[in-house]
Nanobody, 126 residues
């Protein structure tokens, strides 16, 4: 059982930056592929970024076009921590951001993930 706790959300003006963190416990962090998703009010949960486990071939990172070039996902396996650096934020980035874990291979679909954090609110003002 993996327990995930996000932090780093807050209120920021458009064009600003935030870095989200997700600390994992209860499992071997390096074995898990990790993802970031977000959900705005009245909308479905949306893929934001994913990064493969230490064992995934290529260990790639993935982004949708909506955040590519602005967001960067990274992980520190020694600290059991996943990060999401968000730059050039837009009002449409406003949502609750969740981190998620699954074994080995990164996926871009929320239903493929087994473990979820409680979420952290990101609000981007104009």
């Amino acid at each position: 059982q993996v327990h995930l706790v996000e932090s780093g959300g807050g209120l920021v003006q458009a064009g600003g930056s935030l870095r989200l963190s997700c600390v994992a416990s209860g499992g071997t962090f390096a074995n898990y592929a990790m993802g970031w998703f977000r959900q705005a009010p009245g909308k479905e949960r949306e893929f934001v970024a994913a990064i493969g486990s230490a064992w995934s071939i290529g260990g790639g990172v993935y982004y949708p076009d909506s955040v590519k070039g602005r967001f960067t996902v990274s992980r520190d396996n020694a600290k059991n921590t996943l990060y999401l650096q968000m730059n050039s934020l837009k009002t449409e980035d406003t949502a609750v951001y969740y981190c998620a874990a699954r074994t080995i291979v990164a996926k871009t679909t929320a239903s493929e993930y087994n473990y979820w954090g409680q979420g952290t609110q990101v609000t981007v003002s104009s």
